[in-house]
């Protein structure tokens, strides 16, 4: 007795793009039109994608200088639509406090006393890019 199997090809998602930037790859591009924005502003790059070892730390998506020497900690934000409030919305205390935390860890490794430090937030979203100095505390 033979068994009958029917292969079909799988059909893909109506309207589904096909080659689609990973979720991934379209955070790095949002971070490279950020730096060339903050570059611009005057800021200089000290650390891109940095995190803290082991599970449950936090990662800081741009770590800059300003010109008058404050380290300036970024987060950076983008989405396509507005809704739910658009990316400034999404960086809510839990994040913060994950940004914050990387943020200490990273200052541990300075033998003087650090310098002034802030948080940032650069939105990019469908109405441009946004610079947000100061955006939260760490607190």
Not at 35 to 55: D, E, F, I, V
């Amino acid at each position: 007795m033979g068994f009958l199997f029917s292969k079909q090809a799988a059909k893909p998602a109506q309207n589904a793009p096909i080659n689609a930037p990973t979720t991934k790859q379209m955070g790095d591009a949002a971070e490279d039109e950020a730096l060339h924005y903050l570059q611009g502003q005057g800021l200089h790059l000290l650390a891109r994608n940095y995190r803290t070892p082991g599970r449950g730390g936090g990662e800081i998506d741009l770590i800059m200088r300003a010109a008058d020497g404050t380290l300036v900690f970024i987060e950076v934000r983008k989405r396509t639509s507005m809704r739910q409030g658009g990316a400034a919305a999404s960086v809510g205390r839990d994040k913060q406090r994950r940004i914050v935390l990387a943020a200490r860890y990273y200052l541990m490794r300075w033998r003087t006393t650090p310098p002034a430090c802030r948080f940032d937030v650069l939105v990019i979203d469908p109405g441009g890019v946004q610079w947000l100095q100061a955006a939260f505390d760490a607190v």
